[in-house]
T-cell receptor, first 109, second 115 residues
Framework: RKEVEQDPGPFNVPEGATVAFNCTYS??????FFWYRQDCRKEPKLLMS???SGNEDGRFTAQLNRASQYISLLIRDSKLSDSATYLC??????????FGDGTTLTVKP | GAVVSQHPSRVICKSGTSVKIECRSL??????MFWYRQFPKQSLMLMAT?????????EQGVEKDKFLINHASLTLSTLTVTSAHPEDSSFYIC???????????FGSGTRLTVV
């Protein structure tokens, strides 16, 4: 079993749709959690950190469930520009990052 | 915000040659930097953790004599792919964090093609 597992993609949604991604992690000692966005052939860029209380940034909402060891990302009112691969990243206290394989989202007109 | 500069962005080299990739933190000091490799349609895989002033820590299966890492200052880490072979062709990315548990900033990546 992989340390970090994400929903298999691809997700193909129309503009304006709401889409949600889940990610599960196996290391209960994991300390911090992030969602990154990676465009084709580019470096990953931090989308948002994920906090236990849940956090929102515009159309994006991230949540963490430590008991069930999963995090989620919700995108509302999808835009064409949201098309990308979304990576779930889990850090241990030592700072080691483990990446999920990513979920590809394509938003269509 | 924290900026990480990686150079070169693209390199093509012949089999058997060595390639050096630089990773610089531009506006913060990074005692630790990370080197990743990403093959097409695959996730980023951590290769090694670069520690300023000490030896790098390599992940299982990564040859330390092939992937030489030097972290001689708080703002610069280098990865040298020695005696490169076509199977080393990949996207190499470094990252560093200005603030612990605040996510990592990635360099722009280096696309290495060995012919």
């Amino acid at each position: 079993r992989k340390e970090v597992e994400q929903d298999p993609g691809p997700f193909n949604v129309p503009e304006g749709a709401t889409v949600a991604f889940n990610c599960t992690y196996s290391n209960s000692a994991s300390q911090s959690f992030f969602w990154y966005r990676q465009d084709c052939r580019k470096e990953p860029k931090l989308l948002m950190s994920v906090y236990s209380s849940g956090n929102e940034d515009g159309r994006f909402t991230a949540q963490l469930n430590r008991a069930s060891q999963y995090i989620s990302l919700l995108i509302r009112d999808s835009k064409l520009s949201d098309s990308a691969t979304y990576l779930c990243v889990v850090n241990t206290n030592a700072g080691k990052s483990t990446f999920g394989d990513g979920t590809t989202l394509t938003v269509k007109p | 915000g924290a900026v990480v500069s990686q150079h070169p962005s693209r390199v093509i080299c012949k089999s058997g040659t060595s390639v050096k990739i630089e990773c610089r933190s531009l506006d913060f000091q990074a005692t630790t930097m990370f080197w990743y490799r990403q093959f097409p349609k695959q996730s980023l895989m951590l290769m090694a953790t670069s520690n300023e002033g000490s030896k790098a820590t390599y992940e299982q299966g990564v040859e330390k004599d092939k992937f030489l890492i030097n972290h001689a200052s708080l703002t610069l880490s280098t990865l040298t792919v020695t005696s490169a072979h076509p199977e080393d062709s990949s996207f190499y990315i470094c990252s560093a964090s200005a603030l612990r548990n605040r996510g990592y900033t990635f360099g722009s990546g280096t696309r290495l093609t060995v012919v």
